[in-house]
């Protein structure tokens, strides 16, 4: 099946800096892709999708300054999560549909962010 | 999307079969049942989809009830390497929209 990779898988950072995360469709071109967020024992929350060409939708409650996504190409979108702070501490997901038949939708591995 | 229901959790034996139900009453014609599973600290990973009819690969199989209310994944041989959380999503063939994931089962493969 198709591959989506992220980058870093992990990363620890101070308070009030900010982390850049990439996530990249390696064999598919992806217009559209999804940042989700999940906190611990909880499941899988969409942040945003990202647009390749136009901005970002960001949903409810999830603040756009903070969290600001950027889709270079049809195989990039980057989130940057800017002055973190330890409540953003989170596991980040991202993931891309590839136009098929069936559009199938496949995820990143996931990156661990810990803020101190 | 409609809304699925899931029990929380589930313990299967080792190399019995493990059926995880999920109920979708409010399913509409035009959406898809998909079977996603997150091992700890991974990202999803795709396990099956269907519309109405069963359906088999070399992970799993899905049954859908005719009505289309409920389905059972059904992994054939479960091993410790199954033990995850198991999510059942009912989602329209639409490129460009998002999954909206429950809180799943969480499935342990008992030794």
């Known amino acids: 099946g198709a591959v989506v990779s992220q980058h870093p898988s992990w990363v620890i950072c101070k308070s009030g800096t900010s982390v850049k995360i990439e996530c990249r469709s390696l064999d598919f071109q992806a217009t559209t892709m999804f940042w989700y967020r999940q906190f611990p024992k909880q499941s899988l929350m969409l942040m945003a999708t990202?647009?390749?060409?136009?901005?970002?939708?960001?949903e409810q409650g999830v603040e756009k300054d903070k969290f600001l996504i950027n889709h270079a190409s049809l195989t990039l979108s980057t989130l940057t999560v800017t002055s973190a702070h330890p409540e953003d501490s989170s596991f980040y997901i991202c993931?891309?549909?590839?136009?098929?038949?069936?559009?199938?939708?496949?995820f990143g591995p996931g990156t661990r962010l810990t803020v101190l | 999307d409609a809304k699925t229901t899931q029990p929380p959790s589930m313990d299967c034996a080792e190399g019995r079969a493990a059926n995880l139900p999920c109920n979708h009453s409010t399913i509409s014609g035009n959406e898809y049942v998909y079977w996603y599973r997150q091992i700890h600290s991974q990202g999803p990973q795709y396990i099956i989809h269907g519309l109405k009819n069963n359906e088999t690969n070399e992970m799993a199989s899905l049954i859908i009830t005719e009505d289309r209310k409920s389905s059972t994944l059904i992994l054939p041989h479960a091993t410790l390497r199954d033990t995850a959380v198991y999510y059942c999503i009912v989602r329209a063939d639409n490129y460009g929209q998002n999954f909206v994931f429950g809180p799943g089962t969480r499935l342990s493969v008992l030794p």
């Open positions: 990202s647009n390749e060409g136009s901005k970002a939708t960001y």
């Open positions: 993931s891309a549909p590839l136009r098929s038949g069936y559009n199938e939708q496949f």
